[in-house]
Each structure stands twice: as structure tokens, then as C-alpha cells.
């Protein structure tokens, strides 16, 4: 059974503390994302990354950065956490590119979430 | 730019009926992936369905089906006899392009919330 596994389901982090969310996919996915989700904002794309070492910024990539060493995972850190950093986390990864000759509609496979709290 | 829009914030529903979730999408693109994903309060995401842009038909998996209209940009989710367990939120999104810096990620709304009562 394929499978995202995140590091933490809960979190909690003071402001200015530097925080690592892990992220590791068991399918050998070469895209791997994280969004946030906020109410009534949907889900957002932070960063994702298509291969090793390479990272593309999302929507929102402000006050987060990532890293990508090997294939199967994928980590979000924030530098100094603010208090509007706050939200639930969502790691993702999917299969290479749709057309690339592989059966892939680009369906993304998510991890449980990380839910962080800054206070 | 491309856009997901689902107007709905909160739906519900009674029990063993039948209910629309709706999504529209902006795109100039003329390949491009709908989806419907199921969040249940423990957070987890799951998808449902999909629909590609030249499929002639509308996706169906199990209780649900995907009313796609190309004309009007629409991709509403139906979900037939509804269930307590389907209470949930609910999202819609597009797949961007490969090519102009879409590298085919998913673009989502911003989610319908359904209760199912008894």
C-alpha cells in the first residue's frame, strides 16, 4: 500500500524557534509538495520538488524553505516560526510527469498532516 | 492564470439522498486533470475521482460521479445516497500544465464542508 508518512502529527513551537517538518514517501515518486491549509483558503502550495536537490517555490514559500537529499524525502523548515505560521501541514508526492509515458493523471498521494501551532 | 473556485462553503444533507458539491476552473490550457478529494476530521486526504479534459465520459467511482461540463468549466461532484461517514470536507482541484512553470501540480479550492444528518 503506497504511503506518506509525516514526522509529526502535532506540534508545538514557540515563536523564533527553527522547526523541521519530515517528510517521507515509500513509492518513488519523483515530485514531492508541501502545502498549507488554512480555513476558507484551501490549500496552498508552499514548495515542491520534481528530483533530488531540486526545490521550485509555490504560492506562498515566504518564511519557509525546504530540502530534498534523497528521493524519498522531503523537509519543510521554517527558520524563525511566527505566530502566523500557525496551520496544518500537508505533505504530498506524486508520479513524475503526466505524458512522460507512465499511466499518471498527476494524482497526488498526501501525507496525515502536521498540525502547528506557534505560540 | 489558472484558478478552482467552489462557492459553497458549508452543505448538508439528509441521509440517503443524493447532493451536488459544485466547482468551476479557469484555464486556457486544453489538457488538463479534475479532481475530488474527501477530508475526513482526522485530517488525512483522499482522493476520489478524476476526470481528464478529453475524456468523452463522466467519471464515476462507486457513490460518485463527476458532472463534468467543458463548456460552462465546471466539475461538480455528486455523491448519490449519502452516508453519516461522508461528512467531511470536501476539495476540488485542477492540474496545471507541465510546461510554463506548471510541472503538474494541483491548484485547489477552497473546500466544502458537508454534514450528513441522520
Known amino acids: 500500500d503506497v504511503k506518506v508518512t509525516q514526522s509529526s502529527r502535532y506540534l508545538v513551537k514557540r515563536t523564533g524557534e527553527k522547526v523541521f517538518l519530515e517528510c517521507v514517501q515509500d513509492m518513488d515518486h519523483e515530485n514531492m509538495f508541501w502545502y498549507r491549509q488554512d480555513p476558507g483558503l484551501g490549500l496552498r502550495l508552499i514548495y515542491f520538488?520534481?528530483?533530488?536537490?531540486?526545490?521550485e517555490k509555490g504560492d506562498i514559500p515566504e518564511g519557509y524553505s525546504v530540502s530534498r537529499e534523497k528521493k524519498e524525502r522531503f523537509s519543510l523548515i521554517l527558520e524563525s516560526a511566527s505566530t502566523n505560521q500557525t496551520s496544518m501541514y500537508l505533505c504530498?508526492?506524486?508520479?513524475?510527469?503526466?505524458?512522460?509515458?507512465?499511466?499518471?493523471?498527476?494524482?497526488?498521494?498526501f501525507g496525515e498532516g502536521s498540525r502547528l501551532t506557534v505560540l | 492564470a489558472q484558478k478552482i473556485t467552489q462557492t459553497q462553503p458549508g452543505m448538508f444533507v439528509q441521509e440517503k439522498e443524493a447532493v451536488t458539491l459544485d466547482c468551476t476552473y479557469d484555464?486556457?490550457?486544453?489538457?488538463?486533470?479534475l479532481f475530488w478529494y474527501k477530508q475526513p476530521s482526522s485530517g488525512e486526504m483522499i482522493f476520489l475521482i478524476y476526470q481528464g479534459s478529453y475524456d468523452q465520459q463522466n467519471a464515476t467511482e462507486g457513490r460518485y460521479s463527476l458532472n463534468f461540463q467543458k463548456a460552462r468549466k465546471s466539475a461538480n461532484l455528486v455523491i448519490s445516497a449519502s452516508q453519516l461517514g461522508d461528512s467531511a470536507m470536501y476539495f476540488c482541484?485542477?492540474?496545471?500544465?507541465?510546461?510554463?512553470?506548471?510541472?503538474?501540480?494541483?491548484?485547489f479550492g477552497a473546500g466544502t464542508r458537508l454534514a450528513v444528518h441522520p
Open positions: 482541484a485542477m492540474r496545471e500544465p507541465m510546461f510554463s512553470g506548471g510541472y503538474n501540480k494541483l491548484i
Open positions: 484555464t486556457s490550457d486544453p489538457s488538463y486533470g
Open positions: 504530498a508526492s506524486s508520479l513524475g510527469f503526466v505524458g512522460d509515458g507512465r499511466p499518471n493523471t498527476g494524482e497526488l498521494f
Open positions: 520538488s520534481y528530483d533530488v536537490k531540486m526545490k
